[in-house]
C-alpha cells in the first residue's frame, strides 16, 4: 500500500541541525521515493543550508508571522521551533495552491526505518488529523511514567499528520494562536511547548486518529514498552513492525547514545538497538555535524535576554555533559585559570589569618575550575575591562576544555576546525552566560497588574504593552505572589515574558541578584521594592540605566494623612519616608512622575541631581456616546481600598457630605465600587441609599447608568484613576482639592471643586439637578482626557519619557 493522495513532509531546525534534517529526509526519500520535502529552516540562509536534492529549503521568516521578531526574543531555539510547526503546515498548503492534501510534520531527530504502511491506510481513510501517544499502556513503574507524560502531555508532537480539510486548518488556526505567546518548557504554568495543547484536541474534533501502532515514535519515553530486535533484514519493536526511531537529544560524540534526556541509553542498555544508534550517529557526522553544530542562530541579534522558566539552564547541560578529566587536562585548566584565581583572591583579601586566607584562594582557585564556574563568570562579567581582558578568555578556554573537548588533542583540533572565537561563544552558552541585549528591560511592580481592578495596575499594563510596541524586549518581575494566572497570562499574551517563579527563584531581590547583570534597562515600581533593588542592581550591572516611576510622591501623601490625623507619630514616620524617598531618586539615572506639581514637589529638595520627567500615565477609555442626563441618576465613588487615602474619603463622604444630601434628595443612591473594603466600608451597605457594590469585573453598565462621580479625598498625592475613568465615561466630577491636585482641573471647568461637607454637599446636590452644568462638565471632562489621560495620550507621552532619559530604541538601527 501506498499514499493515494499528495502528501508531503515537514520539518523546522536552525542551521546547527541541518545534519539531523539530511539524515532524517534522506531515510524518508528511501522509504517514498517521490515525497515532497520541506524543511522550515529557523535561521538565516547563509553558507551551505541544503537538505538533499529537490528538498524545499524555507526560511522562517516567509512563514508570515507578524510576532516573530518578539518570539525570537522570548522563546529558546527549541520553543521557537516547536512554534513554528502550526505555520509550517500552513505554509505548505499555501506554497501548493492547495495541490498537497496533508502534512507530516516530523522532528529532525526522527529515523525512518520501513514504510508506515498503518499511517498510509488511515490517510488514506480521509482521517484528518493522526497523533502518537507517549505511551500505549500504562507505565506506573516504568522508566517514564504516567505522571511524567501528566506533564508533558499524552501525545508526542514530534509527529502528527494534518489533512488539508477544513477543520484540520481550523485546528492549525487555533494552535498557532496560542504558540504565539504560549510554547514555554513551564511545568509551574502547565505548559509544556507546543504539547500539552494539543491534549484538547478531542475536545475539538472528531475525525481524528490516535496511532497505537508499538512501531511509530520509539523513543527513551516508551523504549522500555517496546524494545527493538533485529529478525533478519527487518527491525521489530514490541513483536510489530518498526516504523522510526525518535532519538530526541541523542549523543552522537564521543559516545553515541539513543537520548540524553536520561542516563541509562548507553550501547550495553539498548541491546541489538545499539546498532541502528552506531549507524545514525555516523550518518550525523558525514552529514556535516562538525561544519554545523557550533553555528549560533542567525535570526538573533543577541542571546536571549529571558531566563528559563525552570531555573538556570546550565544545571542540566552539566550534569549530563562533564566526563572525567585526565590529568593533563585538569592541570591545563587550573593553569588557564591562574589569573582569575589571583584576581578574586586578590579582590577579596581582608585582614585575616593565614589559614583562612590560603582556604579563600584554594576555594576561588579550584572552585572556578571545577566547582562554580557559572557563578565565577557572573562576577567575573561585573568587574572592570582590564580584569576582563586579562581573564576572560583563558576562562572561557578551560571551560570549553572541562564541557566539550575533555582532551588536549581534542581542544588543538576544534580550534583548528572552528576557530578561537567559536570555542569563545561555545564557553558562553555552556555557562548558561547570557549578553546584555539592547532591547533587554526589566520591570517591576508590587504585583502581577489587576489591571480590571487598579487604576495603577492598568497603566503598569498599558506601560508593559507600550514598552513592547517600542521594540523592547520586557521582563516583568512581581514584588508579591503568588498571583491569579488570568493575570499572568494577560501579560504573555502582550508579549510579556514573566519567568519568576518565587518557589525556584526565591525572593524578587534574589532574582536580580542572580539575573540582573543580563539587563542594560531597569523600570522600577513601587518604592519600597526600588530601594530594595537599586543596590544589587549598582552591584551586578553597574552601567545599567535605572528608571524610578513614582505613582505618586509618598512622603507627601504620608504628611498630609499625619497632618490631618494630628498625629506626631505618623509625621515621624513620614519624615524617615521622605528621607527614603529623596535618596533613591538620588541614586537612579532618572525619575519619572505623574504630575508638573510632584515634579515642583521633588525639584525643591533636591533641585536638578536628578532628571525628571512628568507623565499624566491614567490609560483610560473614552466613551463615544455616554448616554445623556435623564437616563442616569445617582452617585459612584471608585477606589481601591487597599490604598487609605480612599477609606477615609469614603467614611468622610458618608457622614459629613451624605446625610446632608439625603435631606433634599432622600431617594438619590450612593454607589460605592471597590475591591479589598474593610468592615467599617462594609457596614455601610443598605444604610441611607448606600450601597457597596465592592469589585465589579464590568464597570460599563454602572458608568452608564450614574449620574454624578465624586472624589471626596482628604488626604494623598499624584492624580486620580477614578477622575480619569469617570470623566472618560462621561460623568462630572464632585471633588475636593486634593483630588484636583496635578490634573490640570479648573473649579466651574472640568468639575466642581469643595472641601468643606456643606459645600460638597451643595455641589453635589446642584450637579444632579442640572442637566445643562451636568453636559457642560460631561463634555469638558471627556476632552480633558482624550488629551491628556487616554491611551492614545499615555502612550505618546511614554514615547517623550524614553526619549528624555535616553531609552528611546531607534528600530531602523536595532538598538537603543
Not at 522532528?107 to 481513510?125: A, F, G, K, R
Not at 513503574?141 to 508533558?152: V, W
Not at 527491525?235 to 537529544?249: G, K, N, T, Y
Not at 497632618?563 to 527614603?580: C, R, S
Request: hydrophobic share 40%; glycine share 6%; with cysteine.
Amino acid at each position: 500500500m501506498a499514499f493515494s493522495k499528495k502528501i508531503a513532509t515537514v520539518t523546522i531546525v536552525t542551521r546547527s541541525y541541518i545534519p539531523f534534517a539530511r539524515v532524517l529526509l534522506d531515510s524518508i526519500r528511501k522509504n517514498y521515493p517521490d515525497m515532497s520535502l520541506y524543511v522550515i529552516l529557523l535561521d538565516t540562509l547563509n553558507g551551505d543550508c541544503s537538505c538533499g536534492d529537490e528538498v524545499e529549503v524555507i526560511p522562517a521568516v516567509e512563514l508570515g508571522i507578524p510576532e516573530l521578531d518578539n518570539m525570537l526574543e522570548r522563546y529558546t531555539n527549541t520553543e521557537m521551533c516547536v512554534a513554528l510547526k502550526p505555520f509550517a503546515v500552513r505554509e505548505i498548503f499555501r506554497r501548493s495552491h492547495d495541490e498537497i492534501e496533508g502534512v507530516i510534520y516530523m522532528d529532525s531527530d526522527i529515523y525512518v526505518v520501513s514504510p508506515m504502511e498503518e499511517l498510509e491506510e488511515i490517510v488514506n481513510d480521509g482521517v484528518e488529523i493522526v497523533l502518537t501517544p507517549h505511551l500505549s499502556r500504562p507505565s506506573i513503574d516504568g522508566r517514564t511514567s504516567d505522571l511524567t507524560m501528566l506533564k508533558c502531555g499524552a501525545y508526542n508532537m514530534g509527529f502528527a499528520y494534518f489533512a488539508n480539510t477544513t477543520s484540520s486548518r481550523a485546528i492549525l488556526d487555533w494552535w498557532a494562536h496560542w504558540l504565539v505567546h504560549f510554547c514555554y518548557e513551564d511545568f509551574t504554568a502547565g505548559l509544556f511547548g507546543d504539547q500539552k495543547w494539543m491534549d484538547l484536541l478531542p475536545c475539538f474534533l472528531d475525525n481524528f486518529k490516535i496511532l497505537r501502532h508499538d512501531g511509530y515514535n520509539v523513543a527513551y519515553w516508551n523504549i522500555d514498552q517496546r524494545p527493538a530486535t533485529r529478525r533478519g533484514a527487518q527491525w521489530f519493536a514490541s513483536d510489530v513492525p518498526l516504523r522510526f526511531l525518535h532519538f530526541s537529544c541523542p549523543a552522537i560524540e564521543p559516545e553515541p547514545m539513543f537520548s540524553k534526556n536520561l542516563d541509562r541509553y548507553h550501547a550495553e542498555d539498548i541491546g541489538e538497538l545499539s546498532l541502528i544508534v552506531a549507524d545514525y550517529a555516523r550518518r550525523i557526522v558525514k552529514a556535516g555535524l562538525h561544519e554545523y553544530s557550533a553555528l549560533p542562530c542567525g535570526l538573533r541579534r543577541t542571546c536571549l535576554t529571558r531566563i528559563d522558566p525552570r531555573g538556570n539552564r546550565v544545571i542540566a547541560l552539566t550534569s549530563r555533559d562533564v566526563r572525567p578529566m585526565s590529568k593533563s587536562v585538569k592541570v591545563l585548566c587550573l593553569m588557564l585559570l591562574f589569573p582569575l584565581a589571583c584576581v578574586m583572591q586578590i579582590k577579596s583579601m581582608q585582614p585575616r589569618r593565614t589559614l583562612q586566607k590560603i582556604k579563600a584562594f584554594g576555594k576561588s582557585f579550584l572552585g572556578s575550575a571545577l566547582f562554580s564556574p557559572e557563578d565565577s563568570y557572573q562576577w567575573l562579567q561585573r568587574q572592570n575591562a582590564i580584569i576582563r581582558f586579562l581573564t576572560e578568555k583563558p576562562f572561557l578556554l578551560a571551560v570549553y576544555l572541562r564541557r566539550k573537548a575533555r582532551s588536549i588533542p581534542a581542544l588543538a583540533g576544534d580550534i583548528r576546525k572552528w576557530g578561537l572565537s567559536s570555542i569563545f561563544a561555545f564557553g558562553q552558552e555552556c555557562l548558561g552566560t547570557i549578553p546584555v541585549s539592547p532591547r533587554g528591560i526589566l520591570v517591576t511592580d508590587a504585583r502581577v497588574p489587576h489591571h480590571d481592578m487598579i487604576a495603577a495596575d492598568l497603566t503598569t499594563f498599558n506601560l508593559l504593552k507600550d514598552l513592547v510596541s517600542f521594540g523592547y524586549t520586557v521582563t516583568f518581575l512581581p514584588w508579591g505572589a503568588p498571583w491569579p494566572d488570568r493575570y499572568a497570562n494577560d501579560l504573555r499574551r502582550l508579549g510579556v515574558i514573566l519567568d519568576y517563579v518565587p518557589e525556584q527563584h526565591g525572593s524578587s531581590a534574589d532574582y536580580v541578584k542572580k539575573f540582573g547583570h543580563r539587563f542594560s534597562k531597569f523600570y522600577l515600581q513601587p518604592m519600597g521594592l526600588a530601594s530594595e533593588l537599586v543596590p544589587i542592581i549598582r552591584s551586578v550591572s553597574p552601567k545599567a540605566k535605572i528608571i524610578f516611576h513614582a505613582a505618586d510622591i509618598c512622603f507627601v501623601r504620608e504628611q498630609r494623612e499625619a497632618e490631618l490625623a494630628h498625629d506626631k507619630k505618623m509625621l515621624k514616620a513620614a519624615a524617615a519616608t521622605k528621607k527614603t524617598e529623596l535618596d533613591l531618586i538620588r541614586k537612579v539615572d532618572h525619575l519619572v512622575v505623574i504630575s508638573d506639581r510632584e515634579k515642583e514637589f521633588i525639584t525643591a529638595e533636591i533641585g536638578n541631581s536628578t532628571p525628571i520627567s512628568s507623565f499624566t500615565c491614567l490609560y483610560s477609555k473614552c466613551v463615544e456616546r455616554p448616554q445623556p442626563f435623564e437616563n442616569r441618576t445617582g452617585v459612584i465613588f471608585i477606589g481601591v481600598f487597599g490604598h487609605r487615602p480612599n477609606v477615609d474619603a469614603v467614611l468622610w463622604f458618608a457622614k459629613e457630605v451624605w446625610p446632608l444630601v439625603r435631606e433634599h434628595a432622600p431617594d438619590m443612591l450612593f454607589h460605592v465600587v471597590g475591591n479589598y473594603a474593610p468592615p467599617e466600608i462594609q457596614e455601610l451597605h443598605g444604610k441611607d441609599g448606600i450601597i457597596i457594590e465592592g469589585f465589579v469585573e464590568n464597570l460599563d453598565p454602572l458608568l452608564s447608568s450614574v449620574r454624578i462621580a465624586v472624589a471626596p479625598l482628604r488626604y494623598g498625592a499624584g492624580i486620580k484613576g477614578k477622575i480619569g475613568t469617570t470623566m472618560g465615561a462621561g460623568i462630572p466630577n464632585v471633588c475636593t482639592s486634593i483630588a484636583t491636585e496635578g490634573m490640570g482641573i479648573h473649579a466651574g471647568e472640568q468639575a466642581l471643586v469643595a472641601d468643606e461637607p456643606a459645600d460638597f454637599a451643595a455641589a453635589v446636590l446642584q450637579l444632579h439637578a442640572d442637566p445643562e452644568l451636568w453636559k457642560k462638565l460631561s463634555q469638558a471632562g471627556q476632552d480633558l482626557v482624550k488629551n491628556q489621560f487616554s491611551v492614545e495620550a499615555g502612550t505618546r507621552q511614554f514615547e517623550q519619557v524614553l526619549r528624555e532619559a535616553g531609552l528611546w530604541i531607534d528600530k531602523e538601527a536595532g538598538d537603543a
